[in-house]
């Protein structure tokens, strides 16, 4: 048994806390003095308090907690008995009104929720994993580090049935189980790996990184044949010519120069390979990247996984919380009923007569809890912090946007003070406060749900301050007229009100109906979370960006439903869904309470907003879109959360948004990116920096692609005509630095754009290379090889200079090949402008002076080009040149810019035969990389060493089965049965009391989908009834799934003869 109570009112929960954390650490009190104090008890324990802490509030301040705020639930327990006890369930729910418990209406306390006001006991029924926070952190996968000191235990029998994964999950309140096979010394360590994949929090390479590898291994590919043929190519020209047509015999004293030859083949092969292989592209993807990150954390977004801010731009659809995301999870009074008018915002304080104000701010400041209160923020740009009841909170901001202050009310007349108190509980449905006037007759305030106080109130204040007559009729107009259409904003409606007894009437303060009735009512407010200003622009900017934002949330329907409309997540006239928890459970299981992809794909692509969810519901539909093959492309998802209760979707989705202010810890740790200022505008801004990821890539990959073309292609060219290659070795990796490194840097620093959401996301299937990026590579290099073929072969006619043709092995460098060397750099230069723009846009220069880096590496290009061409002599083979032939190289150069307006002219649609390419892996691909959850890269060697595991397991536990079997019948049957040895039955391990799980719900499959192979055969076996009704534990059916895997988590089981699994030992 353990109490639990408020530490204002006892002394219970945080020093338990402390010893369930030791590493929490920053507290004021030691371990060991904590524990000591936890051994006492009663007298010594209370003198043990006074002595060190003064009293349990001294206690409190030391251990950094505050009495009013409530202690945290360490375990999930059952109330047996309480005392008017609130708990804040909004780490768990993410709302943040408060819970009513009562042994007798709700009794279920869960861990990590706070105790608000009261106090009570409870009887703990789960604890660690197995309670509400321990399932959830179970969903994110960090059970790991427990299962691994249980398998160190190395006790075979029970570890035979442990979990292979340790990903316990949950469905519904379930705990599922996969259930390991036969240990062996290979088998452990394989489990061991096993683990350890199992903790990789990434499944598979970032969409961009699966569609670059795949283009640059293609591209290798063919460098390195076009390389080999160069050398072939080279070396027979060179063998037939000498000795076939000259017919000159080898000689060993001209065996040096041969070789000599045979190494500048070799030399000009490896250079057309090296140029051909695009290593830049990995760099431009890390540079972009991470110049991404740093830039974004300007923009309120800090990133904690590289890849997260790429797949970002790949976005299709976001799901968001409500609460603290789409609203500011602060209370607040957005309209108001004052004086005969009707305010849609805060009124201005001179605009209501000071009767009036007065009136408001002190019924409200006297009659709430004194523990309400609204606090200075804690960091610098964040709201003020709400203490105690939220209702009462929205109530005491509005006395502060009345720019009067609540504290110097309460300073006047103190709690003591107070005559008379009717606590709100929910039968009265309101509060009401009595003191006594100075004149000595009393004051009654009223404050409460608006159908219910309007009753009581016989008048009304008018705008003048003064009382006239409320009848019936007015009632009925005002609730048509004011409370209607508060409700119909999703605005819960307050009316607040009082009465004056004069000096000589003291009432019977017993009769409450009597005091409670003939009211004055001074206003009549409503309260909501209201919507944060920026988001409605910001999700407008998504639609228009083609990514739908979905709402999922806690709250009730109708409120998400106002809320949604307040944001544009749902248009009128649009053809979308709104449901609630159960009925989409409802609709995505069929009879036996299994989910079906196909079921989903009917509700997921309509579904706007889906209220009353549990983490659980947030964790199968965020799967559920990211699973599904419906459409013409597979979804991205992006999650935006903020409590506890938002780990497992944030985990599972691509892209997962933690607040950085409002969030929970376990959230920002679920998370990829966190929202340092908790703005939804923050994620349009992601989008943009990802989006601009992925046009840098595409920029970098134009201009590279376009270089390596013509480089090969003149090299090889070049080589099989002249027997060498125009572009020497050494400028050919200067030209390869230029277009890698360099331009690498250049393009994948420009900073995103507006434009970038005017577009639609490109998702998982969309080529890098686009069928205009494809005419821009294949136009710039007709240019570019025409220029220089030409100059090549007429080039020494047209500047009147030696030609550098067919020169000699050691011959100096010609000003011939220097020229065209140049005029190779000088059209790089020039066509990197043009590589700025990848859709087809004119006007290049747009821009350019926003990215200081990229005119910096070209105009530095530019310089080293002059010292090189200039000063480089022999080991650059350049000779220097003229300023008439410089003037020449820059001609074409600059051509380069014209010819791009040419390219831009013709239309893409018009050229048919162009191909794109750099398509992602395809969906069979991404199927088997899903199911392989994460698995590290593995040879086939190991794989088929994997599978004779296997099957020597399965042969092995055969045996085993086969020889229990003998002793079983040698022995009685029955008595085999009875008194097993070990949990290796189903009914014996479910039998266990720390296994049993009970429903009266459905049925839910345990084990998802992605992690079952296609060769897995099932084995449902319903347990026996359960004494435990564990308010975790819920599942009345269970399934347990004996499955084959590729890997060899899951071989074989071994069993008893009597249990259903020797049935099915022959399938297996």
Not at 958 to 985: C, D, M, N, W
Not at 1034 to 1047: A, N, Q
Request: one cysteine or more; aromatic letters at 6%; proline letters at 5%.
């Amino acid at each position: 048994m353990g109490d639990m109570a408020n530490s204002s009112i006892e002394f219970h929960p945080k020093p338990q806390q402390q010893r369930e954390a030791p590493h929490a650490g920053g507290f004021g009190c030691t371990l060991a003095e904590l524990r000591s104090l936890m051994e006492l008890r009663g007298a010594e324990a209370l003198q043990k308090i006074q002595e060190a802490y003064g009293d349990v509030g001294g206690l409190c301040r030391r251990l950094k907690t505050s009495p009013t705020e409530g202690d945290l639930l360490p375990a999930d327990g059952v109330l047996i008995q309480g005392n008017d006890l609130k708990l804040d369930e909004s780490s768990l729910t993410g709302e943040s009104d408060h819970v009513r418990k009562s042994a007798d209406k709700d009794p279920m306390l869960l861990s990590g929720t706070h105790v608000m006001e009261g106090s009570g006991r409870m009887v703990v029924t789960a604890v660690g994993v197995n309670s509400q926070t321990g399932i959830i952190f179970t969903l994110l996968g960090a059970g790991g580090e427990e299962e691994e000191k249980k398998d160190k235990k190395g006790k075979q029998q029970d570890g035979a049935m442990e979990s292979s994964q340790t990903k316990a999950k949950k469905q519904d309140g379930a705990v599922a189980m996969e259930m390991q096979p036969l240990k062996s010394a290979e088998g452990g360590e394989m489990e061991e790996r096993e683990k350890k994949k199992a903790n990789v929090p990434k499944k598979e390479k970032s969409v961009l990184q699966g569609k670059l590898t795949k283009l640059a291994v293609q591209i290798g590919k063919a460098g390195l044949v076009m390389s080999a043929i160069t050398v072939i190519i080279l070396v027979l020209y060179f063998v037939i010519e000498t000795f076939v047509v000259d017919g000159r015999a080898w000689l060993a004293e001209c065996t040096p120069v041969y070789v000599q030859y045979f190494v500048k083949f070799f030399i000009i092969g490896v250079t057309v390979l090296v140029v051909a292989v695009p290593e830049g592209l990995p760099l431009a993807v890390t540079i972009s990247l991470a110049y991404s990150v740093k830039k974004m954390m300007k923009d309120n977004n800090l990133v904690r996984h590289l890849d997260a801010c790429e797949t970002m731009g790949n976005a299709t659809a976001i799901c968001s919380d409500k609460t603290g995301t789409l609203t500011t999870n602060r209370m607040t009074v957005v309209q108001s009923y004052l004086g005969d008018t009707h305010y849609k915002e805060v009124p201005a304080p001179n605009a209501l007569t000071p009767k009036i104000l007065d009136l408001l701010v002190h019924a409200i400041s006297i009659n709430s809890a004194y523990t309400t209160k609204i606090l200075p923020p804690e960091k610098e740009g964040a709201l003020p912090r709400q203490v105690g009841n939220k209702t009462e909170c929205a109530l005491l901001g509005f006395v502060l946007d009345l720019k009067r202050d609540f504290q110097p009310v309460r300073e006047q007349i103190p709690e003591d003070k107070l005559y008379k108190v009717y606590t709100f509980n929910s039968v009265r449905k309101s509060m009401s406060t009595a003191i006594r006037m100075p004149d000595g007759g009393f004051r009654l305030f009223s404050k409460g749900a608006s159908e219910i106080l309007l009753k009581k109130c016989t008048n009304i204040l008018n705008s003048n301050g003064e009382l006239r007559g409320f009848r019936p009729r007015d009632r009925d107009d005002m609730v048509k007229k004011i409370i209607e259409p508060m409700a119909c904003d999703g605005l819960r409606t307050i009316c607040i009100a009082y009465r004056d007894f004069s000096a000589g009437q003291e009432p019977d303060w017993d009769d409450e109906n009597e005091v409670v009735g003939d009211l004055t009512c001074i206003a009549v407010v409503g309260i909501e979370d209201p919507v944060r200003p920026e988001v409605p622009e910001a999700i407008r900017k998504c639609q228009r960006a083609g990514i739908t934002v979905r709402m999922v949330t806690g709250d009730n329907i109708n409120t998400a439903r106002a809320i949604a409309a307040k944001c544009g997540i749902i248009q009128p006239g649009e053809d979308f869904l709104c449901l609630e928890g159960k009925e989409f459970n409802r609709r995505i299981r069929n009879e036996k309470g299994e989910i079906e992809q196909e079921r989903l794909d009917k509700v997921w692509p309509k579904l706007r907003v889906l209220a009353r969810s549990s983490p659980t519901d947030k964790h199968t539909l965020v799967k559920g879109i990211i699973d599904s093959t419906t459409g013409e492309q597979r979804q991205v998802v992006a999650v935006t959360g903020d409590g506890t209760n938002d780990g497992p979707a944030l985990k599972k989705a691509d892209v997962g948004f933690a607040m950085g202010i409002a969030g929970t810890d376990v959230a920002k740790e679920a998370s990829d990116i966190i929202l340092t200022d908790d703005n939804f505008t923050s994620i349009v801004k992601a989008v943009m920096w990802g989006r601009n990821v992925y046009d840098s890539i595409s920029k970098f990959l134009q201009f590279q692609l376009t270089v390596n073309v013509v480089a090969v292609i003149v090299a090889f060219t070049g080589a099989c005509i002249t027997q060498d290659s125009p572009l020497k070795a050494v400028q050919m990796l200067w030209v390869n630095l230029i277009m890698d490194t360099f331009a690498s840097l250049a393009l994948a620093t420009e900073p995103p754009t507006e434009s970038l959401l005017l577009r639609k996301p490109y998702g998982r299937d969309k080529p890098l290379i686009s069928r205009t990026m494809m005419k821009n590579i294949l136009g710039h290099a007709v240019y570019q090889l025409t220029i220089i073929f030409t100059l090549l072969f007429v080039g020494e006619l047209f500047f009147d200079i030696d030609s550098g043709r067919n020169a000699p092995l050691h011959s100096p460098p010609s000003e011939h090949y220097t020229i065209i060397f140049n005029t190779f750099v000088m059209m790089q230069l020039f066509n990197e402008i043009n590589a700025r723009k990848i859709h087809g846009e004119r006007n290049v220069f747009d821009g350019i002076f926003s990215n200081p880096i990229f005119c910096t590496i070209v105009l530095g290009t530019f310089a080293i080009q002059i010292v090189i061409v200039q000063f480089g002599g022999k080991p650059f083979s350049c000779s220097p040149l003229s300023t008439e032939q410089w003037l020449w190289c820059l001609f074409v150069g600059v051509g380069e810019l014209v010819w791009g307006q040419v390219i831009a002219t013709i239309p893409t649609s018009q050229l048919k035969c162009l191909k794109e390419a750099g398509h992602g892996p395809g969906k069979d691909e991404m199927t088997d990389e899903e199911l392989a959850e994460g698995e590290e890269e593995i040879d086939h060697a190991e794989r088929e060493l994997r599978r004779g595991q296997i099957l020597w397991f399965r042969g092995l536990n055969r045996i085993q089965t086969q020889i229990r079997v003998v002793k079983a019948f040698r022995s009685s049957l029955y008595e085999g049965l009875e008194k097993p040895e070990s949990k290796t039955s189903i009914h014996n391990f479910m039998a266990t009391p720390e296994f049993l799980i009970n429903d009266y719900t459905h049925n839910i499959p345990l084990i998802d989908d992605t992690d079952v192979d296609e060769n897995e055969e099932r084995l449902r076996a319903p347990p026996p009834p359960s004494p435990n009704q564990n308010n975790n534990a819920i599942d009345s059916g269970i399934y347990l799934t004996t499955h084959v895997t590729k890997s060899a988590t899951s071989s074989a089981f071994s069993s008893s003869p009597g249990s259903p699994l020797h049935s099915m030992e022959t399938s297996l």
